[in-house]
């Protein structure tokens, strides 16, 4: 009877020391939450400054990586800081001009004066200005064997005793009202480019000028004004209606005419602008087609500061009298 007294008893003593150590264990998890609760600030604070710390470290390092070139890493910033695009919108990269070797000629930047002086030249133009006294014989003969058919096939006698040289005067005037072809641009201007200090306005105006209509092979008359202001440099004022009297001699169309002149200024004398501006008639318009006698045609190129500047502009149209009611 004793036995069972005592195993009651070591029973009692089991219970109540899983009961002690079961309530140690609830206060040790008290104790560590409310430690826990006590340390959270200050954890808080130590990775805030850990993070601080990571992102000066990652800043410090795309610096020395920009500085030492690191492709990788600046590819990798561009492509999120840029906003993605089409290719094709990219701005074509200039390519860089290759160092001109000594002795070389080039082409002039111009689009009509030449390397060597000569306006739009074609294989005609060098054969013309390079031939002999025998090969200029033998043109001249052609163009009036050329003539005497033109006269034949509008129904003329080539051979009545008025028209009897009418081949040969065409032909030796057709030559002469197309001897720009032949000349010089270098030549005309002789370098009578002369540095004065001068930069206000000059102006050449009323320069007649009769060329051939490249259409129709007769005559358009009329006025050019050109005005240029220098860059110190000045031109002798004879070279600028030389200049235009060379381009009106060749088949033309006005509107060429006018920016031809004006381009072989500027190259020529490089000045801070160039303007001008051409009015005049054309006989194909008058004697045939619409007919028109009393309608003129107007054109005019302006570059440089002419073309910048409205002021210089309305003052060049003011002194040549085409500004605004003027005429």
């Known amino acids: 009877m004793a036995q069972p007294a005592q195993t009651k008893r070591k029973d009692q003593d089991s219970a109540l ?153 065409y032909a030796e005037a057709m030559l002469f009202f197309t001897q720009g072809y032949q000349q010089n641009v270098k030549d005309i201007v002789n370098n009578a480019i002369f540095h004065e200090g001068h930069n206000e306005m000059v102006i050449v105006k009323d320069i007649e000028i009769f060329s051939l209509c490249e259409h129709h092979l007769v005559p358009f008359t009329g006025k050019m004004h050109i005005g240029y202001i220098p860059a110190d440099n000045v031109i002798g004022i004879s070279k600028l209606p030389r200049i235009a009297e060379m381009f009106s001699r060749r088949l033309q169309v006005q509107e060429r005419l006018t920016k031809e002149v004006a381009n072989a200024i500027m190259e020529v004398l490089k000045p801070q602008g160039v303007a001008v501006i051409m009015e005049s008639s054309h006989l194909c318009m008058v004697m045939r087609g619409v007919q028109k006698t009393t309608a003129s045609t107007i054109t005019s190129c302006v570059l440089g500061c002419f073309e910048k500047k409205e002021k210089t502009r309305n003052e060049f149209l003011s002194l040549i009298g085409l500004s605004r009611g003027q005429r």
């Open 17 to 169: 020391d899983t009961s002690n150590s079961s309530f140690l264990s609830l206060s040790d998890a008290d104790e560590s939450v409310n430690g826990s609760g006590k340390r959270g600030h200050g954890d808080e604070r130590d990775e805030k400054k850990a993070s601080k710390k990571k992102k000066k470290r990652r800043a410090k390092d795309a610096g020395s990586a920009e500085v030492n070139g690191d492709a990788a890493s600046l590819k990798r910033r561009n492509s999120l800081s840029k906003a993605a695009r089409d290719p094709r919108d990219e701005p074509s990269r200039k390519k860089r001009k290759k160092a001109k070797k000594e002795g070389v000629q080039t082409r002039s930047p111009s689009p009509v004066i030449d390397f060597d002086g000569l306006s739009r030249p074609s294989r005609g133009t060098r054969e013309r200005l390079e031939e002999s006294p025998e090969q200029a014989a033998e043109r001249l003969e052609k163009m009036r064997v050329a003539v005497r058919t033109i006269m034949e096939c509008v129904g003329e006698d080539p051979d009545r005793e008025g028209v009897l040289d009418t081949p040969t005067r």
